[in-house]
């Protein structure tokens, strides 16, 4: 039934812009040393009256979504940069009204297609994986969301409910959300701060023993000194997920230093998180990985708050990797598979407990699977793809608004901070980081809070 707040587009653009990193990631075997950002601008008109821009902004992360050795990284890039450009030019010719989630559903039916004309043009012979198109397709998403906001001059969590969207979750979902909407499963007000976790890359050095050459830019370099200023109470552990003795010797290493850092300035409780980025082999490497942690340092097993996606992302491929036995030790939170609601719901038949939402998976899809997992009573926690800028704070604002999320992540400032310059300027509380949160209070504005 059509409404009259549903919006029609009425212009969408795209530019691209990049960056060397700082210092280089790794994970997952893979060393990313740059960022491909997609910045969409959407230009919105509702049936009432209202119009509005808005924008977003989306790294590629073609290393992550796109893992190949059968092509370059340029390659992969490319491609998904120009499938994001094809979406873009979708929706500015499409014709029809409604709500955000009902526009990206129906554009989202054309994203195969699009990303084979991109693969085509390209002149490869391969097919994109669903993860890289919805990375693709994010920022427009993410950008009709903004526009409608601000068209309202509300923000875009508080038009999620029945007066604005014509289809119940039921739609999206199951029958099990029958005459239930987004609104029922986001908050009326962002938290107001929120614990970041920090990102401890296989090539970050623990201490300045391990620093072959300091990069001497004025930031720290070493975990003892990012715990220092940044008043650090969440690290995410970077982990081979292939080396039994080395990841083991990874996680004691770092709570070794950390212990003694956080002693220094007083700090008695903080977390970390293990992300193998679905290099185990088995569940069972994973269960060794968590026995000898436990019996070398008791302590840092304890301080162990979740674990990402430890296997393959392919789960109908290796059913065998169940992660029940896992997941009674630790919440075990499904990621790089996460890609829809049958992927959502396999993984809770394999034993998942958990899930690591992502804006750059799109934020329609971020929203429904969110709803999925509260209503299911999953560990929630929301994971960034090193977003530096405006798509950090939309992570930040869609982590703000989710119940229950445990912790967001933000690693651009370590490896990335020229890209975050603009934003940092106008919200300070969400780039200067003194006791290991984020001010997410500050994104109550119009559209996505930024």
Known sequence: MAKSTDLRITSAGSITRHFKYRAPVKFGGRTVTEIRLVKVTVGVETRDGHRGQGYALMPMGNIWAWPTSELAPEQTSAAMIDLARRMVNAAGSYASSGHPLEIMRDLDESLEAAAAEAIRAAGLTTRMPRLAQLVAASPLDAAIHDAYGKARGQNSYDLLGPEFVSADLAHYLTPDFAGEYLDRYTLREPAVRMPLYHLIGALDPLTDADVSKRINDGLPETLPEWIAADGLTHLKIKLNGDDLSWDVARVVSIDRVAEEAQRARGC????????????????????????????????????????????????????????????????????????????????????????????????????LMAAAAQKFGMFLCVQDLTCPGASFLHSASLAARIPGVAAIEGNARQYCPAANAECAARYPEMFEITDGNVGTGVLTGPGLGY
């Open 268 to 367: 008695t409780v903080w977390h970390y998180s293990l992300d193998f980025n679905e290099r185990c082999q088995s569940v069972e490497f994973l269960l060794d990985v968590l026995a000898q942690i436990r019996e070398q340092a008791p302590r840092a097993f304890e301080r162990i708050q979740y674990i990402e996606q430890p296997t393959s992302r392919d789960l109908k491929a290796n059913p065998e990797n169940r992660m029940h036995r896992a997941a009674q030790i630790k919440p075990i939170v499904i990621d790089e598979s996460l890609i829809d609601l049958e992927s959502l719901l396999l993984s809770r038949e394999l034993g998942y407990s958990g899930v690591a939402l992502k804006t750059c998976k799109g934020h329609s899809g971020a929203l």
